[in-house]
């Protein structure tokens, strides 16, 4: 199997962010690479679904982690993140401008209802 570099790309992304996903599950506050990953992940996924608008993903792309799911200074580091992702019609430029600006989880997109965690909260649940 021969992968295009953004193909490659896009396998990093996933991998850091099942990684980072289970260590937030789990209570452990992410770092730099992990909140980054399971951002730029979910707007990837929700991209592909065709169910979202580029407005609508630089609007939840800010509220998937806070302040209390990091390690401390985390939201400092990240100013912005800019990712070319796939739409059903074509790629395209998102841009999400502090991406890590809320304080608290329950002012967050429920755990739940985020794409890319589906699986893994209900294989937690059934163990």
Same mark, same amino acid.
């Given at each position: 199997?021969?992968?295009?570099q953004?193909?490659? %790309? &896009?396998?990093t992304?996933? @991998? =850091?962010?099942e990684?980072? +996903?289970r260590r937030?599950l #789990?209570g452990?506050?992410?770092?730099? =690479?992990?909140? !980054?990953a399971?951002?730029?992940?979910?707007?990837?996924? &929700? #991209? &592909?679904t065709?169910?979202?608008?580029?407005?609508?993903? =630089?609007?939840d792309? #800010?509220q998937?982690i806070?302040?209390?799911?990091?390690m401390e200074? =985390?939201?400092?580091?990240?100013?912005?993140?800019d990712?070319?992702?796939?739409? *059903?019609?074509?790629?395209?430029?998102? @841009?999400?401008? #502090? *991406?890590? +600006?809320l304080? /608290? &989880?329950?002012?967050a997109? *429920?755990m739940? %209802?985020l794409? @890319?965690? /589906?699986?893994?909260?209900? !294989?937690?649940?059934?163990?």
């Open positions: 199997m021969k992968l295009t953004k193909e490659l %790309e &896009r396998a992304v996933f @991998s =850091v962010a990684v980072s +996903r937030w #789990s452990i506050k992410l770092n730099y =690479v992990e909140a !980054m399971i951002i730029m992940d979910e707007m990837y996924e &929700r #991209s &592909r065709g169910r979202y608008s580029i407005n609508d993903l =630089v609007e792309g #800010s998937i806070t302040e209390e799911d990091c200074g =985390v939201s400092d580091l990240i100013d912005s993140i990712m070319v992702i796939l739409f *059903p019609d074509g790629s395209k430029l998102l @841009s999400i401008q #502090s *991406p890590i +600006r304080e /608290k &989880r329950e002012e997109i *429920p739940e %209802e794409l @890319s965690l /589906k699986a893994l909260i209900h !294989m937690k649940q059934e163990a």
